[in-house]
């Protein structure tokens, strides 16, 4: 099945075809530096990490940037608050940007370009405009002509006639800024200097840059006039990668992205998940609770990358539970290999995304529907509860119901898919399952044991309800128990 993306621009599904065959030229609007980042940004993050991981194992070769904005009025103002400088705060965040994506298994970008860097880009782009009549110069502020741009709302759908002024940039009309506009719907491409403010020499005069020329600038900088998919939140949509349209394709004449992706939103309490509602959860702030940075990837992957999801304790819990399915599953080689005779020379990373059976064929079909990560776990989830379910046979039996060379293409086919979607186990060590330590929600092997033993004591003892209790309580920790002549037998459901 050949992969289709659904394309923001056209509102529909095409196939995925790319302007170098085998070449992806991929772009991410990414974070302003000025907080540490919250689950939103994880949510992004994580998807579009899939996604280019997905694309390089059907083949692809992946050129994946991601910009910081480093230059931005928040981090003006949080300057300000700590009696800082704009250059500080955007490291500190950067660096704490970094430190977050890493516990969370995101692979790094290709490069990572600052506005700040592209100040030369940036500056030769808005001349650019200025020569095709697209953008004017008013008291050392440059604005983008929006009417001389006939395609304008070819994205979000928007018309201007129904939009209001300065979108990007609410403002009264006694604002002196909304004054020197020649229409109300035009925006900055330049800022002129303000006092204590960071400024950069221009024909212009000195000031920075605005927001929206930024991205047009590295995008063309780093991957030239036309990408293949340009990535972002939803909220980008309206009016950031509109303005990167009209800003771009005036200058080049051609398509800036040939496929436009947008994640959707993460809520709380059906409200957008934002630092400026004050309802967001820092990534740090939910990894140190501890939640296990794999729940927190599975939380995400469990719904589709375009429809909204409801960040709630129960949701991270249920992501939690079934972390630890596909982590037994996952490490069922490490546990029980050596016991089946097999002979593991390669390391769990190191396993070849060759091998081919049903199992990879129904998650690349899957997962062709336009990135349907949920639809592809579920082939994740069957291969771990019947590896999970072997091993409990074999503990309890001595052998398994199934071949082991079987359970072996099983098992590395589990592993090559989890490792597409970023999920990674640590093996147990020595292979010793009843050794590994509880976690939230999971009991460990010697635990579940021992709770068997005192279930069992009770019934000697003629005490029903205790040993009911026990039965029950382990029946909510999704643990199954089989009475019968030879003893107690158990498996997790």
Avoid at 73 to 83: F, M, P, S, T, V
Avoid at 98 to 112: H, N, P, Q, T, V
Wanted: aromatic share 10%; hydrophobic share 35%; proline share 3%.
């Amino acid at each position: 099945m050949t992969l289709n993306v659904y394309n923001t621009l056209t509102r529909r599904q095409e196939p995925f075809e790319t302007v170098e065959p085998g070449q992806v030229k991929m772009y991410y609007c990414g974070v302003t530096v000025y907080d540490y980042c919250h689950v939103g940004h994880a949510r992004a993050c994580i998807v579009w990490d899939v996604v280019r991981r997905y694309l390089q194992f059907i083949g692809y070769k992946v050129r994946f940037v991601q910009n910081f904005t480093d230059i931005d009025d928040k981090i003006l103002n949080r300057a300000r608050q700590e009696h800082s400088s704009m250059e500080a705060v955007a490291e500190r965040y950067i660096q704490a940007y970094f430190e977050d994506m890493a516990r969370l298994s995101i692979k790094e970008a290709d490069e990572y370009p600052r506005a700040t860097h592209t100040i030369n880009g940036i500056q030769r782009l808005i001349h650019e405009l200025e020569q095709k009549g697209y953008a004017y110069s008013a008291d050392g502020d440059v604005y983008y002509a929006v009417r001389e741009f006939d395609s304008y709302g070819k994205l979000s759908g928007r018309k201007l006639e129904d939009m209001r002024s300065g979108a990007s940039e609410r403002v009264s009309v006694e604002d002196p800024e909304y004054q020197k506009k020649k229409d109300p719907f035009d925006f900055a491409l330049w800022k002129a200097a303000k006092e204590g403010e960071p400024a950069w020499d221009s024909s212009w005069g000195k000031g920075r840059p605005g927001w929206h020329i930024e991205c047009s600038a590295m995008v063309r900088d780093r991957l030239g006039d036309t990408i293949d998919i340009h990535t972002g939140g939803e909220d980008l949509i309206f009016p950031h990668h509109e303005n990167e349209i009209a800003q771009s394709e005036a200058v080049t004449g051609k398509p800036l992205a040939r496929y436009w992706l947008h994640n959707g939103m993460v809520k709380v309490n059906g409200e957008k998940m934002s630092k400026s509602l004050g309802n967001f959860t820092t990534i740090r702030d939910l990894l140190n609770r501890p939640v296990d940075s794999m729940a927190i990837r599975l939380f995400v992957l469990q719904a589709h990358y375009r429809k909204p999801i409801d960040f709630a304790d129960e949701a991270i819990a249920s992501a939690t539970n079934g972390w630890h399915t596909l982590k037994e599953g996952l490490n069922f080689g490490y546990q029980y290999g050596k016991q089946l005779g097999w002979e593991l020379s390669s390391p769990i990373q190191n396993l070849k995304s060759e091998i081919k059976n049903s199992y990879i064929e129904r998650f690349q079909n899957a997962v062709n529907d336009d990135f349907n990560f949920p639809a592809g776990l579920a082939v994740l989830f069957e291969l771990a509860k019947e590896l999970r379910r072997q091993g409990n046979i074999l503990v309890h039996q001595g052998k398994t119901e199934r071949p082991a060379d079987e359970l072996l293409l099983e098992w590395q086919t589990l592993v090559t898919l989890a490792g597409v979607l970023g999920l990674e186990a640590e093996p147990f060590e020595d292979g010793n399952s009843s050794d590994r330590p509880s976690s939230e929600g999971s009991l460990s092997d010697t635990e579940i044991e021992a709770l068997i033993q005192q279930r069992q004591e009770a019934r000697l003892a003629k005490n029903f309800a205790l040993s009911d209790r026990i039965r029950d309580e382990l029946q909510l920790a999704g643990i199954t128990l089989i009475d019968s002549r030879d003893g107690t037998r158990w498996h997790r459901n």
